[in-house]
């Protein structure tokens, strides 16, 4: 049992539905990072998608990528942001989600990558370029180190990809709300719905719904259909919005608290 599966359990028994904020890590610094874990755990985040800063982040909107060029510029890295998750470790039991590319995990860890993940108190990984047809060996990898491994599911995804995506999935399944990149968006698309009603026909894990999910209007009708509603675009901004405001930390908490507002026991 990984923390990401106790806390589903624990959002089951107590019939409410999870609340999955994303935030770039090093944005805009790695000690405001650590503030905004404790902080958004304590504004009743369920699971935290820490985002690893890249290059040439293809499935983000300009919002994370703004983010991801800001945290580069001051050269951090993974092991930076390892280092700073084994710190906050020391403070909170939140589940942390990496979410990240292929590349900057294989550079920094290479065949160590599951022990060293586990060593600094990551719970799951995300990897957003990795195909469930190359995914072997790192599911093995990451199954050893008791690591979840989350894979994506898109609109356009067939049964049978979504049946083989099961397979290799632990943790909870993430639906894309929309194709193309992140970012906010007005309204949902209806399709999402029946995407997660496929994905429950093929997996028993639980499903949260990402990618333009920014008010709470939006959260509340996610929570309507899956299991937890991920926000990460809205939040970003905020942070960025408030880079020379002192109360960063505060307002990015802020914000979050009101998304979640409607997530009351039943």
């Known amino acids: 049992m990984t923390r990401i599966t106790d806390k589903f359990d624990q959002l089951k028994r ?26 958004l755990d304590r504004a009743g985040a369920d699971i935290i998608e820490l985002g690893i800063p890249f290059s040439d982040p293809m499935a983000d909107g300009p919002v994370i990528q703004r983010a991801s060029e800001r945290a580069l510029i001051k050269s951090i890295g993974v092991a930076d942001i390892l280092a700073m998750v084994g710190h906050v470790r020391r403070s909170t039991d939140v589940p942390i989600v990496l979410f990240t590319y292929f590349n900057p995990l294989m550079q920094f860890a290479g065949e160590k990558m599951g022990e060293k993940l586990k060593q600094s108190g990551v719970d799951g990984v995300l990897i957003t370029d990795l195909i469930p047809e190359e995914a072997e060996h790192f599911v093995a990898d990451m199954r050893q180190a008791d690591i979840d491994t989350i894979f994506l599911v898109a609109p356009t995804s067939t049964d049978e990809r979504i049946r083989m995506i099961s397979g290799f999935a632990t943790g909870f399944i993430y639906v894309v709300a929309r194709t193309g990149v ?23 894990l639980p499903v949260a719904v990402g990618f333009g999910i920014s008010t709470p209007e939006h959260v509340l009708e996610v929570w309507d259909y899956a299991d937890a509603a991920v926000v990460g675009s ?23 608290a009101g998304l979640i507002g409607g997530n009351q026991t039943t």
Do not use: C, W
Not at 14 to 39: M, N, Q, V, W
Not at 234 to 256: F, G, Q, S, T, Y
């Open 182 to 204: 992140t970012g906010m968006r007005e309204d949902i698309s209806s399709d999402v719905r029946a995407i997660v009603e496929r994905v429950r026909r093929q997996s028993s």
């Open 234 to 256: 809205r939040l970003v901004m905020e942070i960025e919005k408030n880079l020379n405001n002192p109360r960063i930390v505060d307002e990015v908490a802020h914000l979050a």
């Open 14 to 39: 107590e019939g409410r539905k999870g609340f999955i904020p994303y935030i770039t890590a090093g944005d805009p610094d790695l000690d405001t990072t650590e503030s905004l874990i404790l902080a």
